[in-house]
């Protein structure tokens, strides 16, 4: 077999994980040598690493004895070639850097699409599966402006927040890439194919687990560690007190990633988590302003560039300038508008038409506005 098929072997060891992976390329110095080891060698192992504190038990002896089949990993890893599906590991060089650097690094990844490169900014974004509104509307925003920006945009196909923020970073025009809890062929949930497609394109799906991997709820919290892993700094937006997204925040504070929040009413369960991590010192988010001043060196030269171009601009009539005046990225409905301006609804129903044909504004539900 090649060196690949040898990897390829070793990183599908049942309960045979990424720190086991680890010391027995230590101990052994290849996947080859792992294979062709004997029960004995295995044993000799063993003992070593009960001497370190390191619990190798005989299970696993077992697992790497009875996984060796030359014409069955053959197979497998030919049927990831015709599946586009590429197969990489630390000790190839398109393995991400930022990856390698962390605790308890997947041995392998899987990848359809392609990665970051090592030296592109990153930010991850994650937070509620139950996202209200506003969640939702910040966080495509959020996501798109700093996309626009050039910023990659990494979360984990999730429904919700981490749906939205892939779709943002799409809609900005940037790169985004989703980390999966299962297999990288199981598009989960179902509903997400869209984009599941849509970042294969404009980024990458990649997984830590084997084609056909279902999305047990075990997975989830381990992929946490390779989306904070790839970034440079973790924006949550809408997460409860005990939220899955703090446990990402986590193990980035261990990796020493910046720490961003979107804050939210103090009665809201939702944002209890970002409240309480602003708290603790997270940066409080209002604007795109607050992650791109961090991330680019010459962002306010650019945002200068950029007011001068807006201030060129057709401007809008005194109505119009009023509604607009009136919406933020929270959904309002339109006979709130109504009281804020007191235009007639005649008038503003033709001003938000306008406003809307233009891009100006638009529906986030019937008869519900948001600034574009």
Not at 59 to 79: F, G, M, P, Q, V
Not at 203 to 229: D, H, Q
Not at 339 to 350: D, R, W
Request: some cysteine.
């Amino acid at each position: 077999m090649k060196r690949e098929e040898y990897n390829y072997w070793i990183s599908n060891i049942h309960n045979i994980g990424a720190r086991k992976i680890e010391i027995l390329m230590e101990h052994f110095g290849s996947a080859e040598n792992v294979y062709r080891s004997t029960k004995k060698d295995l044993e000799c192992f063993q003992k070593d690493c009960l001497e370190n504190g390191i619990l190798f038990k005989e299970i696993d002896i077992a697992a790497i004895l009875n996984s060796r089949d030359d014409e069955k990993t053959i197979k497998s890893y030919a049927k990831l070639e015709k599946s586009q599906i590429r197969f990489l590991t630390k000790e190839d060089e398109g393995y991400p850097d930022k990856l390698r650097q962390i605790y308890n690094a997947p041995f392998s990844i899987y990848l359809k699409g392609k990665l970051p490169a090592d030296h592109e900014k990153v930010l991850s974004i994650v937070g509620a599966r139950d996202c209200s509104p506003y969640g939702k509307e910040m966080a495509k925003y959020l996501a798109g402006a700093v996309a626009a920006e050039g910023i990659a945009v990494v979360s984990g196909l999730a429904r919700g927040i981490d749906a939205f923020a892939h779709e943002g970073a799409l809609i900005g025009g940037g790169s985004t890439y989703a980390v999966l809890g299962c297999g990288i062929d199981i598009c989960y949930p179902k509903e997400n194919i869209n984009l599941y497609m849509d970042i294969q394109s404009r980024g990458g799906i990649l997984s830590e687990y084997a084609p056909g991997v279902m999305p047990y709820a075990g997975n989830f919290p381990m992929r946490n560690r390779i989306i904070s892993g790839l970034c440079d700094g973790i924006l949550v937006i809408e997460a409860k007190e005990k939220s899955g997204s703090l446990i990402t925040v986590d193990m980035g504070l261990e990796q020493g990633k910046n720490i961003y929040a979107l804050p939210g009413r103090a009665t809201d369960s939702i944002s209890e988590g970002c409240n309480n991590l602003i708290k603790m010192g997270a940066k409080l988010v209002t604007s795109p302003k607050d992650i791109l001043e961090d991330f680019l060196p010459d962002y306010e030269q650019r945002r200068k560039q950029q007011e001068d171009r807006d201030s060129s601009r057709i401007q809008l009539g005194p109505e119009a300038e009023e509604i607009y005046q009136s919406l933020t990225r929270e959904p309002k409905h339109i006979e709130e508008i109504a009281c804020a301006t007191k235009l007639q609804m005649e008038v503003l129903m033709e001003q938000l038409l306008m406003l809307e044909l233009r891009g100006i504004i638009k529906q986030s539900m019937k008869n519900y506005y948001i600034r574009q």
